[in-house]
């Protein structure tokens, strides 16, 4: 499969909407936290995954596609949610990085999918490189959620 182009770009093309879903989801949610300092890493995380794209876009250009240049409508009706969530529950800080947190299970499983497959070399390296800080970025969201379900003494108990 490391000589089929289509394939390749099809693969690319998946994470770049799911970059581009999760540097809007990013930013989103940056708008609507309440800490400041989580507000600064969300920030962070956005330019990150837009930087992410551009690297892939790179690539799919390079063998001959058109690279995607927007994130998927799943992301899009994901962000309306977190959208909601936080108007319902008042911008609550725990909501929004729960809400962040299943958003970055879905970029994990993605890349893990797309490192499985037979790519160049060259290709793979990037999308490996990728994978290690989207995931450190997942278990961060995580760590935070928790913070911020300890700090405000919530009680609901997580099964992740």
Request: charged residues 25%; glycine residues 6%; without cysteine.
């Amino acid at each position: 499969m490391a000589n089929d182009t289509n394939e390749i770009r099809s693969t690319l093309n998946n994470l770049i909407e799911t970059l581009k879903d999760s540097e809007q989801g990013f930013r989103d949610s940056a708008e609507k936290l309440q800490s400041s300092a989580i507000r600064s890493q969300f920030q962070s995380y956005s330019s990150q995954r837009a930087r992410f794209a551009s690297e892939l876009q790179k690539h799919v250009s390079q063998i001959g596609g058109t690279p995607e240049t927007s994130g998927s409508t799943a992301g899009a009706i994901h962000r309306g949610w977190i959208g909601l969530k936080a108007a319902i529950t008042g911008n609550d800080d725990h909501a929004i990085l729960e809400e962040a947190e299943r958003g970055e299970d879905s970029a994990v499983k993605n890349y893990r999918e797309s490192i499985a497959k037979d790519l160049p070399s060259d290709i793979k390296a990037v999308i490996e490189e990728q994978y290690r800080d989207v995931l450190a970025a997942h278990n961060q969201v995580k760590a935070l959620r928790d913070g911020v379900a300890t700090s405000t003494g919530s009680s609901t108990p997580r099964t992740y």
